[in-house]
T-cell receptor, first 112, second 110 residues
Framework: GAGVSQSPSNKVTEKGKDVELRCDPISGHTALYWYRQSLGQGLEFLIYFQGNSAPDKSGLPSDRFSAERTGGSVSTLTIQRTQQEDSAVYLC??????????FGPGTRLTVL | GEDVEQSLFLSVREGDSSVINCTYTDSSSTYLYWYKQEPGAGLQLLTYIFSNMDMKQDQRLTVLLNKKDKHLSLRIADTQTGDSAIYFCAERAGTYKYIFGTGTRLKVLA
C-alpha cells in the first residue's frame, strides 16, 4: 500500500478483555515500531522489529502486552486483561532498515 | 537520562511566523526530526536535519540546530490555519531508538 495502515481505527473494550491491534507496514520496510501516545504525553516506545532479528521488547510496560510480526510484514499488538490505564492511541511506524520512520494513523483504544 | 522537551502550546496569527523550540539531551544524536500530527491522524514527517548541519530550509520550513546548546527549532513562515496541529520534535538516539518530545500544540488564529 501507499502508507502504513492500522486497524481498527477505534476500539472500545471493557476492562479485563483482551484486544488485538493490527499494523500493515509499507511494503518492503524491514523495521516496524509500536508506540503508545497517552493524552498530553509524547510517544512512548513499546517494541521494535527488524527483519528476522529478535525484537526489542524493552518498552513493553507489562507482561500483559505482547506483539508479533508474521512473515516480516504485518504486526499484531495484543493487550491481555486490559486496564483503564491502557487507554491511549497506539501508533505503528515502519522504516527501511534504520531510516526515517513513517507512521500509521493509529488505533484509539478506550477501556471502560 | 534521555529527554526531549518542548513547550506545550503556541498561538500565532495567520500570516505571522511560528517558531517551535525543542531541547534534547543526547549529544550523540545523529538525526533530529520534526513531525506534524493533525487531529485523529498519525505523525507526518515534516523535515529532518543531520547533526552536522546548522540549518536546513524546505519551502516555508526552516530548521535551526544549535548542537552546543542541544537546541532545535522549527520556523514556519507565513503560518496558515492549515498549519494548526501538534508538532513533535524527535531525536534519533541510537541505531533505531527514537526519543520524542511531548509535542507543541500550534493554534493559528485567523
Amino acid at each position: 500500500g501507499a502508507g502504513v495502515s492500522q486497524s481498527p481505527s477505534n476500539k472500545v473494550t471493557e476492562k479485563g478483555k483482551d484486544v488485538e491491534l493490527r499494523c500493515d507496514p509499507i511494503s518492503g520496510h524491514t523495521a516496524l515500531y509500536w508506540y503508545r501516545q497517552s493524552l498530553g504525553q509524547g510517544l512512548e516506545f513499546l517494541i521494535y522489529f527488524q527483519g528476522n532479528s529478535a525484537p526489542d521488547k524493552s518498552g513493553l510496560p507489562s507482561d500483559r502486552f505482547s506483539a508479533e510480526r508474521t512473515g516480516g510484514s504485518v504486526s499484531t499488538l495484543t493487550i491481555q486483561r486490559t486496564q483503564q490505564e491502557d487507554s491511549a492511541v497506539y501508533l505503528c511506524a515502519s522504516s527501511l532498515a534504520v531510516d526515517t520512520q513513517y507512521f500509521g494513523p493509529g488505533t484509539r483504544l478506550t477501556v471502560l | 537520562g534521555e529527554d526531549v522537551e518542548q513547550s506545550l502550546f503556541l498561538s500565532v496569527r495567520e500570516g505571522d511566523s511560528s517558531v517551535i523550540n525543542c531541547t534534547y539531551t543526547d549529544s550523540s544524536s545523529t538525526y533530529l526530526y520534526w513531525y506534524k500530527q493533525e487531529p485523529g491522524a498519525g505523525l507526518q514527517l515534516l523535515t529532518y536535519i543531520f547533526s552536522n548541519m546548522d540549518m536546513k530550509q524546505d519551502q516555508r520550513l526552516t530548521v535551526l540546530l544549535n548542537k552546543k546548546d542541544k537546541h532545535l527549532s522549527l520556523r514556519i513562515a507565513d503560518t496558515q490555519t492549515g498549519d494548526s496541529a501538534i508538532y513533535f520534535c524527535a531525536e534519533r538516539a541510537g541505531t533505531y531508538k527514537y526519543i520524542f518530545g511531548t509535542g507543541t500544540r500550534l493554534k493559528v488564529l485567523a
